[in-house]
């Protein structure tokens, strides 16, 4: 947790968005979105507040919510999850991360990701003592090759943690990749802890949660958000899924992380998450467009861009040009282009950083008319 001078580190999106405020650039940096989630919705957040949800929750969220995230996986993805033993909610999918880690993590205990992976893996491997091995998902394809797959799972490999559809690199991985996480979690009885907390958010082709697949559900705890489905970011509610033994054992160590999570926006979620298919595929919909927007004008200006298939994110290549290391432009873009975006290399191990250096994330989950003021003053970049 410590930066490389050995001082206590803030996250790379803390400082990049500092860095876009100060600057009053367009921040394409951290991943939220400019837009606010169903007025409906937040409306009964507000009335929840005003008529007494101001305590404690119960410790694994209010059945209501559990009993709508069980109806949501049904409704999306044929699975049938018990909602007073199976289903635990988390103050965001961080908390979830959290808790599933170090629930099942032993010192020495090893984690196999994909590399690049999300900020908050490597720091709880590391706060539960274990070791993260990763297996590297190359630019510009960015799928994993599934012989290495099959070297970094050993006998030693206590959790696979995958996030599909993958955030910074926007891969919706395959069926093919998926059933081999399955059969290397049996063959070697690992966990699989999946964040899917883009699970909404994918274009012209369907999430497949792994607990859905063959001998996937037994072994899984799948993970996702309130924040990115309604663009409640800020909200902080989560969930994770999975069989009461696993469950149980996510909601022993979450009690002691929060105990619970912010009633008030429990029934609100409850109810996002009975929204009609439309409201999804919409949000999905409006999220390709934007794509779409900073895709084109990035590649207008000549900047190479690996096309994302999910998320809010993708990835720009900028090894033609640039004169520096990506984290240094994406320290210096704010000032100079006017516009905030994250490095790769911040995303992967010291050592695999070259393989990652000229890449910049771009989040896209913003008004067109902000991409289009973006994309103007991306030209500047090379
Ligand atoms: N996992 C991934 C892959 C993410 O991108 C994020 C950030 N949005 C999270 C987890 C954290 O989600 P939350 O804000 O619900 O804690
Ligand atoms: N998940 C968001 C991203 O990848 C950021 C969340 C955070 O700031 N920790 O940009």
Redesign the pocket.
């Given at each position: 947790l410590l930066d490389a001078s050995g001082q206590p580190g803030v996250t790379i999106f803390e400082e990049i968005t500092a860095l876009a405020n100060q600057h009053e650039a367009i921040n394409l940096g951290q991943?939220f979105p400019d837009t606010e989630g169903p007025a409906e919705i937040r409306q009964i957040a507000v009335d929840a507040i005003l008529s007494g949800a101001n305590q404690y929750a119960p410790g694994s969220g209010i059945l209501q919510l559990r009993q709508a995230i069980s109806e949501h996986q049904n409704r999306f993805y044929s699975l049938d999850i018990d909602p007073e033993t199976e289903v635990v909610v988390s103050t965001?999918?961080?908390?979830a991360?959290a808790a599933a880690l170090l629930a099942f993590l032993e010192p020495g205990d090893e984690v196999v990701t994909f590399e690049p992976y999300?900020d908050?893996y490597a720091a709880m491997i590391g706060l539960a003592n274990a070791q993260h091995k990763v297996v590297q998902l190359k630019a510009p394809a960015f799928e994993p090759s599934i012989e290495e797959l099959r070297q970094a799972v050993t006998d030693k490999t206590r959790v696979i943690l995958i996030?599909n559809p993958h955030?910074p690199t926007g891969t919706v991985f395959s069926t093919q990749v998926l059933n081999e996480v399955i059969a290397l979690a049996h063959r070697h009885d690992c966990i699989i802890v999946a964040?899917e907390?883009?699970e909404h958010l994918t274009f012209g082709t369907k999430h497949v949660p792994i607990a859905s697949l063959p001998g996937g559900f037994e072994r899984t705890i799948t993970i996702s958000?309130a924040?990115?489905s309604f663009s409640f970011?800020g909200w902080?509610v989560?969930w994770a899924t999975g069989p009461k033994n696993l469950i149980t054992a996510v909601r022993t160590v979450k009690q002691f992380l929060t105990y619970s999570s912010g009633p008030a926006f429990q029934p609100a979620v409850a109810k996002a998450l009975d929204l009609p298919v439309a409201f999804f595929e919409g949000f999905a919909s409006e999220l390709a467009d934007g794509a779409q927007i900073l895709a084109d004008g990035l590649e207008n200006a000549g900047i190479p861009v690996i096309r994302p298939k999910g998320t809010y994110f993708l990835v720009a290549d900028i090894n033609s040009f640039r004169h520096s290391d990506a984290i240094e432009v994406a320290r210096k873009m704010p000032a100079s282009v006017g516009v905030a975006a994250i490095p790769l290399s911040v995303f992967v191990h010291p050592e695999n950083v070259s393989s990652y250096q000229g890449l910049l994330r771009f989040a896209f989950c913003k008004k067109p008319e902000v991409l289009s003021a973006a994309v103007g003053k991306l030209q500047l970049l090379p």
């Open positions: 991943g965001g999918a961080t908390e991360i999300y908050s996030n955030n964040d907390v883009y958000s924040g990115k970011t902080k989560g």
